[in-house]
Antibody, heavy 120, light 107 residues
Framework: QVLLVQPGAEVKEPGASVKVSCKAS????????ISWVRQAPGQGLEWMGW????????NYAQNLQGRVTLTTDTSTNTAYMELRSLTSDDTAVYYC?????????????WGQGALVTVSS | DIQMTQSPSSLSASVRDRVTITCRAS??????INWYQQKPGKAPTLLIY???TLQSGVPSRFSGSGSGTDFTLTISSLQAEDFATYYC?????????FGQGTKLEIK
């Protein structure tokens, strides 16, 4: 079965960076993309960006451009999201989601989420 | 960016009720809309994609309709496990924006 496994929780200080992993299994990794979606406590869902696991083409949300980098490692079927210059506004659960690909922007499988807390 | 506006923001209903949630896009998105269910502490799950296609494994009491700017998600007969928050999301273009969510609660 398709699984996307993310780490648990991380605590970071303001100004630091975080790199969240998303290990995929149960499908051919390079046939799909991965999108990242975050959810601040008690809030809705915010799409952060997408990366193709086939050719590493990327598309980022404009409000995060310059602070976020998406990468993949096809040798381990793992996607990564790095977010820099963290502030308290970045405290959220960060989800990876498989993008169906044939029609981009449909997220058919999700990781369980990784809580990132930004606090001094 | 395309704005997605859901209504209502919250809704109280009883088991076996028929429930409809609406989503309006700020510009035409054809049928590039998807619906997700999220339970507390869990990741969202895909219910319906491209407006009306039921994701594999999703019960047939869920249905979606609409095109252009106005869309609906209908649950024909609410079950206890359906009480959750529902989000619409457009896949017409990036950023792939979500609605603010509709929290469905037990009456």
């Amino acid at each position: 079965q398709v699984l996307l496994v993310q780490p648990g929780a991380e605590v970071k200080e303001p100004g630091a960076s975080v790199k969240v992993s998303c290990k995929a299994s149960g499908y051919t990794f390079t046939h799909y993309g991965i999108s990242w979606v975050r959810q601040a406590p008690g809030q809705g869902l915010e799409w952060m960006g997408w990366i193709s696991a086939y050719n590493s083409n990327r598309n980022y949300a404009q409000n995060l451009q310059g602070r976020v980098t998406l990468t993949t490692d096809t040798s381990t079927n793992t996607a990564y999201m790095e977010l820099r210059s963290l502030t308290s506004d970045d405290t959220a659960v960060y989800y990876c989601a498989r993008d169906r690909g044939t029609v981009p922007g449909i997220f058919d499988y999700w990781g369980q989420g990784a809580l990132v807390t930004v606090s001094s | 960016d395309i704005q997605m506006t859901q209504s209502p923001s919250s809704l109280s209903a009883s088991v076996r009720d028929r429930v409809t949630i609406t989503c309006r896009a700020s510009q035409s998105i054809s049928t590039f809309i998807n619906w997700y269910q999220q339970k507390p502490g869990k990741a969202p799950t895909l219910l319906i994609y491209t407006a009306s296609t039921l994701q594999s494994g999703v019960p047939s009491r869920f249905s979606g309709s609409g095109s252009g700017t106005d869309f609906t998600l209908t649950i024909s007969s609410l079950q206890a496990e359906d009480f959750a928050t529902y989000y619409c999301q457009q896949s017409k273009g990036t950023p792939h924006t979500f609605g603010q969510g509709t929290k469905l609660e037990i009456k």
